[in-house]
């Protein structure tokens, strides 16, 4: 779980690469951790964060728990960013006989994502080392290559210094 205080430095940060303080068990595993599928119920967002967790880095180390945790994560995030149930009201209808009817109507609204739910997500969701500094405290570095090619040398800037004598 993550630890109180500031974001831990990266370790090629660090100057002093001392023996972890915490002992760590190794438990050998063997087979492929089986990714659950994204229901197609979810809110779209939710969808993207969920799928957007099998992409990351840190997915490398998930066990089928943490699938399940990242699971009801999805499921709950789902919930809140959907239309929500507001009011229910009476709709009476009038037949051409002068009867009524009463049928109850339920309103639902999109609601804003309240800060004590938004809370509650950063703090699953940094258990799963969901953003940099989440994987910082867990120990987790992402050395993540990029396609970029190399930057070609200025070579007219060079031959304009050459010719001033600088």
């Given at each position: 779980m993550a630890t109180r205080g500031p974001?831990?430095?990266?370790?090629?940060?660090?100057?002093?690469?001392?023996?972890?303080?915490?002992?760590?068990?190794?438990?050998e595993m063997r087979g492929p951790v089986e990714v659950p599928?994204?229901?197609?119920?979810?809110?779209?967002?939710?969808?993207?964060m969920?799928?957007?967790l099998e992409t990351s880095g840190q997915s490398q180390f998930f066990?089928?728990?943490?699938?399940?945790?990242a699971q009801v994560l999805a499921e709950s995030l789902s919930r809140d960013l959907k239309p929500q149930v507001i009011d229910v009201v009476d709709k009476i209808t009038t037949d051409a006989?002068?009867?009524?009817?009463?049928?109850?109507?339920?309103?639902?609204?999109?609601?804003?994502?309240?800060?004590?739910?938004?809370?509650?997500?950063?703090?699953?969701f940094a258990g799963l080392g969901v953003s940099e500094g989440d994987r910082r405290r867990i120990g987790i570095t992402i050395k993540r290559?990029?396609?970029?090619?190399?930057?070609?040398?200025?070579?007219?800037?060079?031959?304009?210094?050459?010719?001033?004598?600088?």
């Amino acid at each position: 779980m993550a630890t109180r205080g500031p974001m831990p430095k990266r370790p090629e940060e660090r100057r002093r690469r001392n023996k972890s303080e915490t002992p760590q068990t190794t438990v050998e595993m063997r087979g492929p951790v089986e990714v659950p599928p994204p229901r197609r119920t979810w809110h779209k967002i939710a969808i993207e964060m969920y799928e957007s967790l099998e992409t990351s880095g840190q997915s490398q180390f998930f066990e089928p728990s943490d699938w399940a945790l990242a699971q009801v994560l999805a499921e709950s995030l789902s919930r809140d960013l959907k239309p929500q149930v507001i009011d229910v009201v009476d709709k009476i209808t009038t037949d051409a006989d002068g009867t009524s009817t009463v049928e109850p109507k339920v309103v639902k609204a999109y609601q804003p994502l309240k800060g004590a739910n938004l809370a509650a997500y950063l703090k699953a969701f940094a258990g799963l080392g969901v953003s940099e500094g989440d994987r910082r405290r867990i120990g987790i570095t992402i050395k993540r290559e990029t396609d970029k090619p190399a930057l070609a040398p200025v070579t007219a800037m060079d031959d304009a210094r050459d010719l001033l004598g600088g």
